[in-house]
């Protein structure tokens, strides 16, 4: 039985969104761990999850509970890993755990990412919208 280009790319999304899940895990954050994973030609290129940055300690949350303005999401934390690398995040896909926020979705476009694959809904479409508006191939895949 041939298994269609369709039918492996689904099955290599599924792949990757597990992989962004465990690796949302290494967040500190207490309201929400989200990972993200950038891959092209089959080989991650960069990773990232969501929290304060490097140097800073790890917690993202106050003493009411309220996410730090200083916290990086995944997303942000991936493509800036890009930029002090030899990578090129041009062309790639990026696995996100939760959907992007619509200053995330900036960044994506910006680093030339072309396709985006997402495993859970946030409450604001706005990033998606604009991911959709400039091209972006966005593929949403209910959490396994």
């Known amino acids: 039985m041939d298994i269609s280009a369709k039918e492996k790319q689904e099955a290599l999304d599924k792949r990757y969104i597990r992989m962004a899940s465990i690796w949302a895990e290494n967040s500190y954050c207490i309201r929400r761990q989200v990972g993200a994973l950038i891959v092209k030609d089959k080989m991650i290129i960069s990773d990232g999850y969501n929290g304060t940055p490097a140097g800073f300690e790890n917690v993202c949350e106050d ?18 890993k890009i930029a002090r690398s030899n990578n090129s995040s041009d062309g790639a896909t990026m696995y996100v755990t939760a959907s992007p926020c619509i200053e995330c979705s900036k960044l994506i476009i910006q680093a030339g990412i072309k396709r985006v694959v997402y495993s859970e809904k946030y409450r604001l479409e706005d990033g998606i919208e604009l991911l959709k508006r400039a091209g972006i191939e966005v593929v949403y895949i209910e959490n396994l």
Not at 66 to 79: C, D, G, M, Q, W
Request: charged share 20%; hydrophobic share 40%.
């Open 63 to 80: 003493d009411d509970n309220i996410t730090k303005p200083y916290v990086l999401h995944a997303e942000a934390n991936a493509i800036t």
